[in-house]
């Protein structure tokens, strides 16, 4: 568990690189906000495709050998960013992370899926799915410190990769693809085609994908967090990164509690209507409140949208609540991607938006319809998926 945590940090601290850049890398590659939305989208759009063939990976290869390999193609894109001085290298650059990362969570929940027990589930999730948070705080925060103090930001960034290097190296030795090998549910080639048919077919998958979707669309904001923080309150660089890093250590936290409540309370839609709704709130909030205020009341804002957010991870147990092993594994990478590529298709947009209009208001504007839609529907269209019985 601790190892594939450590992954996951290092991943969703790459993740959050460009976003976390953007106020240095607009001006030193004299980029619109449009192209700076276009290479944030260059790693998500490719890392929301990718999850198509992750779950199928999980069944073909086995989580253990999907994870190491495509985390060796995770370290090389890294290595071509960290050495990159133009726009072009940077994109392509963000692409071959995007395909490197994109395999990790699904293959990881998988991991968790077989090894803990349904009562410990969402809680291990919760506790993988921390791990974002902390890599995300790590990368909003220590870029601003790190350019402040050494006038780069390639220091921190070697740093991680060495991180991740090492990571991979006990990863070969620590990971396994279950506590009892036989298990492991193989996956015929020419299959493929038929089991993303049938699940996405599965009544009880469709929904869950919807809903998922639309949620996406509430993570396009958090991209541009340093960016709008800077034009849209008047905060510094410095500011707007403790601002946002106080947002993923609240989204990390909400991971943690989000897990443990639903396994407490032996419910999962009862803690998704309470987490969204603490989003919706602050959302709104946020978008209305005047700029000049004390910068600690942005924070308090956006650490309550990190938690609120966390509902997504408990979409990740329900999965494996609602299909069995076989579809799950499909599913999980349905899941993932589809609500990916929608968020990252809609990154440069938003960007475009703001360049159009020439302030955040609008976008938000927009970003608040999508979190009142999502709501109603987790709502009222939402079924309780604790304890049951997988039936084919």
């Known amino acids: 568990m601790a190892a594939i945590c450590l992954t996951y940090f290092v991943e969703n601290f790459l993740r959050t690189v460009a976003s976390a850049l953007s106020p240095v890398l607009i001006p030193e590659l004299g980029i619109s906000r449009s192209a700076m939305g276009l290479l944030i989208t260059g790693y998500f759009l490719i890392y929301g495709v990718m999850q ?62 077989r090894c803990f027990p349904s009562g410990k589930r969402a809680t291990a999730i919760g506790v993988l799915s921390a791990s974002m948070g902390i890599g995300g705080f790590a990368c909003y925060m220590g870029f601003p410190l790190s350019i402040a103090y050494w006038g780069s930001w390639q220091e921190l960034y070697l740093v991680m990769l060495a991180v991740l290097l090492v990571n991979w190296v006990i990863n070969i030795f620590v990971l396994r693809d279950s506590p009892q090998p036989e298990t492991l549910v193989k996956m015929e080639r020419k299959d493929i085609i038929g089991s993303f048919r049938d699940t ?45 890093s106080l947002g ?13 409540i639903s396994d407490r309370l032996r419910k999962r839609k009862t803690p998704l209507i309470i987490f969204f709704g603490i989003y919706l709130i602050s959302l709104i909030l946020l978008v209305l409140t005047p700029l000049g205020l004390p910068v600690m009341i942005y924070a308090g804002l956006w650490a309550l949208m990190g938690i609120g957010n966390s509902t997504w991870v408990l979409f990740f147990s329900m999965v494996g609540e609602v299909l069995p092993t076989r579809k799950a594994n499909i599913g999980l990478g349905l899941l993932n991607g589809f609500s990916i ?45 604790y304890g049951n019985i997988v039936r084919d």
């Open 341 to 385: 590529i929608f968020s990252s298709s809609l990154t440069p947009f938003y960007g475009g938006l703001v360049d159009q209009t020439g302030s955040f208001f609008i976008p938000n504007l927009i970003s608040i319809g999508f979190a009142v839609l999502t709501f109603a529907i987790l709502l009222l269209g939402t079924k309780e998926t």
């Open 52 to 113: 198509l063939p992750a779950g199928v990976l999980a069944n073909i290869l086995g989580p253990r050998k999907s994870i190491i390999w495509f985390t060796a193609l995770t370290c090389i894109g890294s290595i071509l960013f960290w050495l990159s001085y133009r726009y072009e290298l940077l994109f392509v650059a963000q692409v071959i992370i995007g395909i490197g990362t994109s395999v990790f969570y699904v293959n990881a929940v998988n991991l968790i899926i």
């Open 200 to 244: 996405l077919a599965d009544k009880r998958f469709q929904p869950m994908l919807f809903t998922y979707i639309l949620l996406a669309f509430n993570y396009v904001l958090f991209s541009w967090g340093s960016q709008f923080f800077i034009e849209a309150k008047n905060l510094t660089y410095i500011e707007a990164g403790v601002v946002t």
């Open 248 to 260: 993923t250590i609240a989204g990390f936290l909400g991971c943690l509690i989000m897990g443990t």
